[in-house]
């Protein structure tokens, strides 16, 4: 089992930025497809990004062009970069992982075998 630590939620207001980290326990991290996916209050767990072991991305369309995820083999360290946050992205923000080589990036939450315990992000004024 892989252990996953999220970092780097908090308050910011509308339009301002975050960046959250998570880092991977295990030396295999490279071979890991990752995960970060977020549930509001009252809602599903949705995907927000997912990258490939390969390093292909893939968004959420409601986070295209304002949020960049990318990963760090030599830190074990998966990041999603925030910019322009709205206050519809208030969410408990996990990361997710699974061993998988390849291109393909694993969208689905039932995919990943691996979960951190999450961290706040919350956009208000």
């Known amino acids: 089992q892989m252990q996953l630590v999220e970092s780097g939620g908090g308050l910011v207001q509308p339009g301002g930025s975050l960046r959250l980290s998570c880092a991977a326990s295990?030396?295999?991290?490279?071979?890991?497809?990752m995960g970060w996916f977020r549930q509001a209050p009252g809602k599903e767990r949705e995907l927000v990004a997912a990258?490939?072991?390969?390093?292909?991305?893939n968004y959420a369309d409601s986070v295209k062009g304002r949020f960049t995820i990318s990963r760090s083999n030599a830190k074990n360290t998966v990041y999603l970069q925030m910019n322009s946050l709205k206050p519809e992205d208030t969410a408990v923000y996990y990361c997710?992982?699974?061993?998988?080589?390849?291109?393909?990036?694993?969208?689905?939450?039932?995919?990943?075998?691996?979960w951190g315990q999450g961290t706040q992000v919350t956009v208000s004024s």
């Open positions: 997710a992982a699974v061993r998988h080589l390849g291109t393909i990036v694993l969208v689905k939450s039932a995919q990943y075998d691996n």
């Open positions: 295990g030396r295999t991290f490279s071979a890991y497809a």
């Open positions: 990258i490939s072991s390969g390093g292909s991305t």
